[in-house]
């Protein structure tokens, strides 16, 4: 599944959220962290909004049965270095990816070429491996 649109359209952000959890509701198995997912979603959303704001692309793919989900922006970049303790509690800034390092199985930030940065966190969603997907 795939979403492109401007970081400041909060109701396409708001639809492509919705997709998105409805899909993994349909395809997950029985013990699939929805909650989790939707807060990856928001949080990774919202740092494009606040730190790089212009054109949005997620994207949501299944490796090796677990769900992956991919935001990329145009902005300038960053480096990160991996959070491993949790940030000053009473700061302005710097929870999110905290919060997506923690609650995914595992995370990632890239640069890729072209510029912006592309975040990618594994969620702690397995798919249904009862489910078969026939392309219509």
């Given at each position: 599944m795939r979403w492109r649109f401007e970081s400041a359209d909060a109701s396409r952000a708001?639809?492509?959220r919705r997709d998105?959890?409805?899909y993994l509701a349909s395809h997950a198995d029985g013990h699939c962290d929805l909650d989790a997912a939707a807060m990856v979603f928001g949080e990774l959303v919202g740092n494009v909004v606040r730190h790089a704001p212009g054109p949005i692309a997620i994207e949501l793919s299944w490796d090796?049965?677990?769900?992956?989900?991919?935001?990329?922006?145009?902005?300038?970049?960053?480096?990160?270095?991996?959070?491993?303790?949790?940030?000053?509690?009473?700061?302005?800034?710097g929870r999110g990816l905290y919060i997506v390092y923690t609650v995914s199985q595992t995370m990632k930030v890239?640069?890729?070429?072209?510029?912006?940065?592309e975040v990618t966190a594994w969620l702690p969603i397995?798919?249904?491996?009862?489910?078969?997907?026939r392309a219509s």
């Open positions: 708001y639809d492509a998105l959890l409805d090796r049965g677990i769900a992956v989900l991919r935001v990329r922006d145009s902005g300038p970049g960053f480096e990160w270095e991996g959070a491993v303790s949790l940030p000053d509690p009473m700061a302005e800034s890239s640069r890729p070429p072209g510029g912006g940065t397995s798919l249904n491996f009862g489910f078969v997907h």
